[in-house]
């Protein structure tokens, strides 16, 4: 049995080179007020986009 690929090891995608193997699903934001975009919510998606955790 191979060891499998690091998943925080760049990754080609087609022409793309990716930094890592993780990808974030889809999500519902239903726990917004009236379904609007908060500050919060802004931040929420921020930190993973740059390379953090929420």
Known sequence: MSTPP???SPAKLGPITLRN???KSAT???RTPE???TDD???YHR???A???P
């Open 21 to 23: 193997r993780t990808i």
């Open 6 to 8: 690091d998943v925080f």
């Open 47 to 49: 930190l993973p986009a």
């Open 28 to 30: 519902f934001e239903a």
């Open 41 to 43: 919510l802004i931040e």
């Open 35 to 37: 379904a609007l975009v």
């Open 51 to 53: 390379g953090g955790s």
